[in-house]
Structures are given as C-alpha cells and as structure tokens.
C-alpha cells in the first residue's frame, strides 16, 4: 500500500523540474495522477515513463490562467477516476525574468507573473474544491517559493507573487478546515531544476548562491516531492495552514 493509494491527484506543471517528480512520486506510492501542463510533448514524456514503470497517469493539456480550462481538468479527472482527493498548485514562471531590479519592471511584467504564479492558483483553489468536498476532505499543496517568505534584492514581481501564494493558502486553509480541506504552502529555496539554470549555467553566480545556504547545496527536485507527497498524505492529518520551507536553511540567516 503506498501513501496515496486510492487517492486521484491533479498536479501542475508536470511537464518538467518539481512537477514531474512530484508527479512520478505520487505514481509511485500508488495516486492516481491527472498531469498537466501547457508543454504537451514533454508532458506526455513524463506520463508515459508514469504507466511504463506501473503507474496510473493521464496526460491534460493545461494554461493555468484559464477558468475554463480549470473545469476542464477537474472534469476529466472526475470523468476518468471518479473523484478528486489532492491539488499541487506546481505550475509557476520564475527564472531569469524573475531577475530585475524594480526601475526595470513594467505593469505587463508584473500582471504575467502575478496572473501566473498566484492567481493561477486560486483558479485551481476554486476549481477543485466541489469534488473534494464530496469526498470528505482532501488536501491541497500550494507550490511558492523561499522568495514569498523573504525579501530580496532583485525581483519584486516575482517575489510578491509568491508571497501572495502563501496567504492565500492561509486564508483558503481557514475557511476550508470545517470541510476537512487542507491547505498548505511550501517553500522551495535553490533547486536544480529548468527554471534555475540561469544561475546553474553560470559558476560565479551558482558560487554566490551557495555561500547563502547553510547545508551548502542545491536541493534536487525528488526532495521537495518528498515534502509534497506529506502534505498531500493522511499522515499530515492535523497540518493546515503552514508554511514549510525546504531551502537547506537559507531563511534560517
């Protein structure tokens, strides 16, 4: 029996990085997963490693900014599983447009990573919520950032996006609880995946970003799954409304 046998998940941005793992994760300990994302070709990749390795997988072709296409998904996970247990809010845009200092930010800057790190996410809050009232409870993981727990010194509109993610997991986590649907945040610091290799591809700057983590390293995206697939499992029961960091202890400074 694996941790989320019996449970169907709809994860985000499962295409590549944090979402494919979380997705082959939780495969693995027995989900039933609805992965989406708007890079089709590389998402049908994942999904087919999925049910070769004896996992059960679909594949959704996902704009996280779109309403319509929210109820899509939930639709098709309804329609093929039966029901719905577990959301990861995954999908996200950071990476070198994430870098700029706050002259250099215009308002469609902004609006795009707003609209798509954060308002994405209360779509899919919104979304999920009837079917997993009707089992009884679920669990819902909103994917932020160690950036929406901190300030920095570059990158303001990514920063608030994310830190918008984590009070909107606070307030849904309040006003779902006497539905028994938990809402968590994680916080994910430097990891090696597609969306930092602005900073991997470049020796001074990877140099730089490590002298600001205690344990000294870049975490691979299998251990922020790990984190993940808890909040998504019955074992994280009584946990609603946290914020959890997995950033080798750089906010810890």
Sequence with gaps: MGRLSGKVAIVTGAASGQG?????????????????????????KVVKEIQENGGEAIAVNHDVTNEEQWQEVVNEAVTTYGKLDVLVNNAGIGGAP??????????????????????????????????????????????????????GAAGIHYTASKGAIRLLTKDAAV??????????????????????????????????????????????????????LFLASDDASYITGAEIAIDGGATAK
Excluded: C, Y
């Design 20 to 44: 494919a793992a979380e997705a082959r994760l939780f495969a693995s300990e027995g989900a039933k997963v609805v992965a989406t994302d708007i890079q089709t070709e590389l998402l049908e």
């Design 98 to 151: 994430g870098f700029a200092l706050i002259d250099d930010v215009d308002l469609a800057s902004w609006n795009k990573f707003m609209t798509v790190n954060a308002t994405s996410q209360f779509l899919g809050i919104k979304s999920v919520i009837p079917e997993i009232r009707k089992n009884g409870g679920g669990s819902i993981v909103n994917i932020s950032s160690m950036a929406g727990l901190v300030g």
């Design 175 to 228: 006003e779902l609880g006497p539905d028994r649907i938990r809402v968590n945040s994680v916080h994910p610091g430097f990891i090696d995946t597609p969306m930092v290799s602005v900073v991997t591809e470049d020796a001074e700057l990877t140099k730089a970003a490590l002298q600001g983590i205690p344990l000294g390293r870049a975490a691979q995206p299998e251990e922020v799954a790990k984190l993940v």
